[in-house]
């Protein structure tokens, strides 16, 4: 073999060395964007909800809860309605970042079941589902369109 021919072979090599490593990178880097999204998103969601449940360090939300079940919710006074929103958007928030996850796949349809089961129960509350009205269009629009379901079957 001439040190030509050994040399076009050893081009050749270095070329696939190449190749193969951008592919690892590449892959790394895919890997390690599927990791840091539901990281991403559980940052949000802490944050958001610190945000919305620091006023709810009153009694102002039991008893607006405490109205809610026994359907005196004519009788809610405006801090009273308040704290109810900001604990439902609190509620809400964690449910969209699952959404989210569910979306993006890192979450089973199982898991998403049991979300379902519980945004149906969170909106058997008149309160809650007055309030969703209100504030729906704080949230995306796909996880507005799938608890409009819920909330209107």
Same mark, same amino acid.
């Not at 949000?44 to 809860?65: D, G, H, Q």
């Not at 809400?92 to 959404?99: I, P, R």
């Given at each position: 073999?001439?040190?030509?021919?050994?040399?076009?072979?050893?081009?050749?090599?270095?070329?696939?060395?190449?190749?193969?490593?951008?592919?690892?990178?590449?892959?790394?880097?895919?890997?390690?964007?599927?990791?840091?999204?539901?990281?991403? !998103?559980?940052?949000?969601?802490? &944050?958001?909800?610190?945000? +919305?449940? @620091?006023?709810?360090? =009153? /009694?102002?939300?039991?008893?607006?809860?405490?109205?809610?079940?026994?359907?005196?919710?004519?009788?809610?006074?405006?801090?009273?309605?308040?704290?109810?929103?900001?604990?439902?958007?609190?509620?809400?928030?964690?449910?969209?970042?699952?959404?989210?996850?569910?979306?993006?796949?890192?979450? !089973?349809?199982?898991?998403?079941? &049991?979300?379902?089961?519980? +945004?149906? @129960?969170?909106?058997? =509350? /008149?309160?809650?589902?007055?309030?969703?009205?209100?504030?729906?269009?704080?949230?995306?629009?796909?996880?507005?369109?799938?608890?409009?379901?819920?909330?209107?079957?």
């Amino acid at each position: 073999m001439s040190a030509e021919r050994i040399q076009g072979w050893l081009q050749v090599g270095g070329l696939l060395g190449v190749v193969a490593s951008l592919i690892f990178v590449g892959m790394q880097m895919e890997q390690t964007q599927e990791t840091a999204d539901p990281s991403d !998103s559980q940052a949000r969601v802490s &944050t958001r909800i610190s945000v +919305l449940t @620091a006023p709810l360090a =009153s /009694e102002t939300l039991l008893r607006a809860l405490t109205k809610d079940a026994t359907g005196q919710l004519m009788t809610l006074t405006p801090e009273e309605e308040l704290a109810a929103s900001y604990f439902l958007w609190a509620q809400l928030a964690y449910f969209e970042s699952e959404h989210y996850d569910y979306r993006r796949g890192h979450r !089973s349809d199982e898991h998403w079941a &049991t979300v379902v089961e519980n +945004l149906q @129960a969170l909106f058997e =509350s /008149e309160l809650n589902r007055m309030i969703w009205r209100d504030s729906a269009r704080t949230f995306q629009p796909s996880f507005r369109e799938d608890v409009d379901r819920i909330v209107s079957p």
